[in-house]
């Protein structure tokens, strides 16, 4: 069955252990997710692996924002800030609207890069363009998005479709 | 004051100190590209961790709730608007480049 039907069924299961308590707040329902979770994990297999990895992926995303916007402080405060500004072409292993927006955002949102344009390179390869404020070398910048952005979102998109 | 009231108010302090960078930076730094990067992100960080102290400090379920909603919004939404400024700054002129050490989008084979 495919992931979102899964987290659907969670929904319902949440609203009826909520129904069966006969309280509605967020207490109850979050209860009745987490059970239903539990359950649907041993049924499904790859269903806990997911709904772990999205929460996963939140906690990296804020994590890495707290640091890089202290990086970013200390270049905007430091008496002669030495930018190093590049726009470095992210060759794209995601292929889904879904996963190309998710990947964009979570770029932007990390301080230091912002992706700019999702377009084609002269080899015609799909490409995401992100503009960096101290950049370094063009080869480290690509592996550390793929490597630290890119991985986890495909872990979560393709361990997606179960039987 | 209690350890919860210490926390809140560190909270709001980086919330706060995140704001001024935020505003230093936008004033400071050289060209579209770099002040894109500190009016948008600094205050994102600033913004999120005012709103989490405001959330704790006036501690009620819901009112928690919709400040956690909020800050998922915020994290939805700002950075398209990010994207698309600075976007629309390097598609409207060479001269906004001058910055620029290195650049992979000069040769974009054009829209798919």
């Known amino acids: 069955m495919h992931m979102r039907n899964i987290f659907l069924m969670n929904l319902i299961l949440a609203i009826s252990w909520s129904a069966l308590q006969e309280s509605i707040d967020i207490a109850t329902l979050t209860t009745g997710f987490v ?129 | 004051m209690s350890l919860l009231e210490i926390f809140v108010v560190l909270l709001s302090a980086f919330g706060v100190f995140f704001m001024l960078v935020s505003a230093i930076g936008i004033v400071r730094l050289p060209d579209v590209f770099s002040r894109m990067h500190a009016g948008g992100k600094a205050s994102t960080v600033g913004i999120s961790a005012m709103l989490l102290a405001a959330g704790i400090y006036f501690f009620e379920e819901f009112l928690f709730y919709r400040t956690i909603l909020l800050i998922a919004l915020l994290f939805a939404t700002l950075p398209i608007a990010t994207s698309a400024m600075s976007r629309a700054a390097y598609r409207t002129g060479p001269v906004k480049r001058k910055h620029l050490n290195y650049d992979d989008m000069a040769k974009d084979a054009g829209d798919q």
């Not at chain 1, 924002?65 to 905007?76: K, L, M, P, T």
Request: glycine share 10%; proline share 5%.
């Open chain 1, 35 to 163: 059970l239903g979770f539990l359950v649907l994990s041993v049924i499904y297999r790859g269903y806990a692996g997911t709904i772990l990895g999205i929460f996963g992926y939140v906690l990296f995303m804020v994590w890495s924002i707290v640091v890089a916007s202290v990086q970013v402080a200390g270049y905007v405060l430091s008496p002669d800030p030495k930018l190093d500004q590049g726009i470095v072409e992210i060759p794209l292993d995601v292929r889904s609207d879904l996963e190309t927006a998710i990947l964009a955002s979570s770029i932007t949102l990390t301080p230091g890069t912002i992706s700019i344009h999702v377009g084609r390179n002269p080899e015609g390869q799909r490409v995401l363009y992100v503009h960096n404020l101290v950049m370094g070398d063009p080869s480290e910048v690509r592996r550390k998005i793929k490597h630290d952005f890119e991985r986890r979102i495909l872990r979560v998109t393709r361990g997606g479709v179960i039987a």
